[in-house]
């Protein structure tokens, strides 16, 4: 990947930050003080007015580890907020580009219509945090410019990390390019939760919730708590070798199915 020096060393990973729980609440109950910045993430980008798109890195701090840490429910927060604005063609590139970067393959330049550079002169800084405030967290995202260099920029800085954390840190932005909601509670929910939700590797670039509907054969009109797992029990039930279905196709059809079930089930 395309990493400039002077880059790296600007994005700060600590471990053992306080575990993220359902709800929007740290894990351990535990409080925050009031106002507190928990993970901050800078971008450069480019004025939606300038003939060419650019991005660069700034200056932040991403708590990662062990597991998914402030800094990657940050970048799975930017990632989920912007993406709804982003063209549908882009959004397959787009995890592609993440499965690439989690590789350390070297990025060529421009990538999905803008340049990752060092230079910042001429370009704008975005902010986004992650803030406590008491027992709650909240998101305080820079909505201002166009959506896509957002996406990418976030990617691109979960890049600069290594190892495990790069990997939690891409796996949650990978979920929060399948989210269609509001930015809180729930989302906090889906981006922590293991399997969360299907990637744009199952759902290739489709609408999750048109995806897990049809999957499960069911309709806008017809969908509801019970139904849902009812059917999902017979489709899995179905599946299984026990009542004659291929042991490796059992195992990925029941893993779309759940899948699909926690879509529906999260509304």
């Not at 990493?3 to 993220?20: K, L, N, Y």
């Not at 989690?102 to 990538?111: D, K, L, S, T, V």
């Not at 017809?222 to 999902?232: A, H, K």
Request: glycine content about 14%.
């Amino acid at each position: 990947m395309h990493a400039p020096g002077p880059i790296g060393p600007s994005v700060t990973a600590r471990s053992g930050s306080d575990p993220i729980g359902a709800g929007g609440r740290a894990g351990d109950g535990s409080r925050y003080r009031d106002g507190v910045v928990l993970a901050e993430l800078e971008l450069f980008l480019s004025r939606p007015v300038a003939p060419t798109r650019r991005i660069a890195l700034g200056t932040s701090n991403l708590p990662i580890g062990p597991g998914l840490g402030f800094g990657g429910l940050l970048l799975g927060a930017v990632t989920a907020r912007f993406v709804p604005e982003v063209d549908p063609d882009l959004l397959p590139d787009l995890e592609r580009l993440t499965r690439q970067v989690e590789a350390g393959y070297r990025i060529p330049q421009p990538r999905l219509r803008h340049r990752l550079q060092d230079d910042r002169v001429g370009l704008t800084s975005h902010k986004h945090r992650l803030e406590g405030d008491g027992e709650q967290l909240r998101f305080d995202l820079d909505e201002r410019g166009n959506p896509t260099p957002h996406v990418i920029g976030a990617i691109y800085t979960a890049g600069l990390f290594d190892g495990p954390e790069r990997s939690a840190a891409l796996g949650a932005i990978r979920r929060g390019l399948v989210w269609r909601g509001s930015i809180g509670e729930r989302l906090v929910s889906h981006l922590g939760g293991e399997g969360a939700t299907a990637d744009l590797t199952v759902l290739g670039g489709r609408d999750p919730r048109a995806w897990a509907l049809a999957l499960l054969g069911l309709t806008e009109a017809s969908v509801e708590g019970p139904l849902v797992n009812r059917r999902f029990r017979e489709l899995v039930r179905a599946a299984h070798p026990d009542h004659g279905g291929d042991a490796d196709a059992a195992a990925v059809a029941i893993d779309e199915l759940t899948r699909a079930r926690r879509i529906l089930t999260k509304g």
